[in-house]
C-alpha cells in the first residue's frame, strides 16, 4: 500500500508538540550497554514504527518510558511532563500504556478478568463497558469467559493489546504485538490502531515486519547498539541500502 492509497485513519499527522520526547537515555546492564544514549520524539497521533536487529535495545527503551526499568539517566517527557524513572503504575495513570513482547497476562484469570483488571491499573470508571467494547473491538467475545492460559498465542497477544487499550492511553507501546499471530488477526489489530488513532491515541509500534511497517507507519527510527541511528519515511530509509544492511541485517 503506498501513502497515497492509504485509509484515512493511517495518513500522517502533524509532527508538532510531540507526546513523547526522550532525549540522552542511558541504561546499563552490567556491561551491555541496552540504552546508550536514546534520543527520538512521537508526534500527536503519529504511528511511529520502531525497528532494529535483535538486542538492539526496543524492549529496554519501553520498559525504560513506561516505568518497569528505571533509566541511569536521560529525559523522558510524556505529554510536557517529565516521567524519568516514575513508577509504571503512575506512568500508566498519566496515559502512558505499553504492552509486552511476551504477554503479561493472569493466567489463572479470564479475558474478561483480564481487561478489567488492566483498567483498575488505570481509569476505573466505566470499566465493565469498556471490557464489552474491547471484546467486541477485537472478537473476543466467544472467549470472554476462558482463561487467559487457554487461549490460543495469537489471542494472547490480542488481549495483550487489549489491556492497552483498556487503559485509555493517549500514547500506547506495541511490542511486536503482531509477531507470529495468524493474518486475520493481525488484521484485527490493524484496524483497531487505526480506529484508536482516529480518536486521538499516538503509537510507538516496536516490529519486524517490514510490510507491516510500511502498511501502518507514518515515521520509522532505526535503532542500533542501544541508540537511534536515523528516522524517517519508510521509503526513504529502505532506499538507503547502507541502513537496511547495516541495522536490519538483510540486503533489499
Ligand atoms: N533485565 C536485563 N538484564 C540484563 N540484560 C538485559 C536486560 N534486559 C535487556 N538486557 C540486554 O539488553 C540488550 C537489549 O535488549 P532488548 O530486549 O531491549 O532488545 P530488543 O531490541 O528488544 O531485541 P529483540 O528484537 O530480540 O526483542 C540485550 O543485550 C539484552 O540481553
Ligand atoms: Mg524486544
Redo the contacts with the bound molecule.
Keep these: 500500500m503506498s501513502a497515497a492509497t492509504r485509509p484515512q485513519a493511517l495518513q500522517p499527522a502533524a509532527a508538532t508538540d510531540p507526546i513523547l520526547v526522550v532525549r540522552g537515555l542511558h ?1 546499563h ?2 556491561g ?4 546508550n544514549g536514546v534520543d527520538l520524539e512521537v508526534g500527536r497521533r503519529e504511528i511511529a514504527g520502531l525497528i ?12 525504560l518510558v513506561s516505568g518497569t ?1 528505571t533509566p541511569d539517566k536521560g529525559e523522558v517527557r510524556f505529554d510536557g511532563r517529565d516521567i524519568a524513572g516514575q513508577s509504571a503504575y503512575k506512568v500508566a495513570r498519566l496515559g502512558l500504556a505499553r504492552t509486552f ?1 511476551i504477554p503479561a497476562l493472569f493466567d489463572n484469570m479470564t479475558v474478561t478478568e483480564n481487561l478489567l483488571a488492566a483498567a483498575a491499573e488505570g481509569h476505573w470508571a466505566g470499566a465493565r463497558e469498556r471490557a464489552a467494547e474491547t471484546l467486541a473491538l477485537l472478537r473476543l467475545e466467544h472467549v470472554a469467559d476462558n482463561r487467559a492460559s487457554d487461549l490460543s498465542g495469537g489471542q494472547q497477544k490480542l488481549l495483550e493489546f487489549g489491556r492497552a487499550v483498556m487503559r485509555q492511553a493517549a500514547l500506547i507501546l506495541l ?2 504485538v503482531t509477531a507470529g499471530v495468524h493474518p486475520n488477526i493481525r488484521k484485527i489489530i490493524l484496524e483497531a490502531i487505526a480506529g484508536l488513532r482516529e480518536r486521538g491515541v499516538s503509537f510507538l509500534i ?1 516490529e ?1 515486519d517490514m510490510e507491516m511497517v510500511r502498511n501502518v507507519c507514518d515515521r520509522i527510527i532505526v ?1 542500533d547498539s ?1 541508540r537511534v541511528v536515523t528516522s524517517g519515511r519508510f521509503e526513504d530509509i529502505v532506499r538507503d541500502s547502507e541502513v537496511m544492511q547495516s541495522y536490519l541485517g538483510r540486503p533489499q
Design positions: 541504561k546492564f552490567g551491555i550497554k541496552a540504552a532494529g536487529p535483535n538486542g538492539s535495545g526496543k524492549s529496554t527503551l519501553f520498559s526499568v513482547q511490542d511486536e516496536i519486524h535503532m542501544g
